[in-house]
């Protein structure tokens, strides 16, 4: 006569979704560490996510681009990452931070995935939404004032904040290739099949 243990055929017979992420990461316990991912691996992981989004905060505090007036050397002023992108790029490196910590310990590919998801929009907002304004060339002034000839330079901002993206990049790209086979598909190791179980 063979037995199969309460709920392991429900629990593990299906593959993790994002639907599964979401309700393991709102308990209130901690899931253990999944054995799909090595020391090693985990630790990359994390070090990898948390520079990446150490960098986009730190983006958002530096200058992203100085306006020059031409023949002039010295900038009439300076615009801030975070208050060209309305700081954005702060809840993008928290969801990063929470994604790979879901990815380590729950197992779940759906978190890498999001996570290199991740890097790229942080991407897109440097290279789409700052990167234009930041190698603008144009006219300013008033009838008052008169009008001049300036462009922008960029700053240390624009150069952060790509390279930020690009390691949350990384981390979710080399996470998902390196990670064992079958994380969050198949069933635990420790969890025997019926046939192994019967006598």
Known sequence: MSATPPDAKSEYSRGQGPSDLIAQLL???RPPVHPG?????RTGILTATLLGAL?????????????HVVGESAPIRSVSTGSHDSYGLIPVAVLAVVLAWAAVSIGNRWALVA????GIAAL???????????QATGTIGTLQTGFKNASDKPSAGLYLEPLGAIVLMIAGGCGLLLAAPGTARGPRPDIKSADDLAP
């Open 37 to 41: 991912f090595s020391a090693a691996l």
């Open 55 to 67: 960098l986009l905060v730190v983006a958002e505090f530096t200058t992203l681009f100085t306006v």
């Open 115 to 118: 996570l290199a998801g991740v």
């Open 27 to 29: 308990s209130w316990r």
């Open 124 to 134: 897109l907002i440097a290279l789409v939404g700052d990167l234009p304004d930041a």
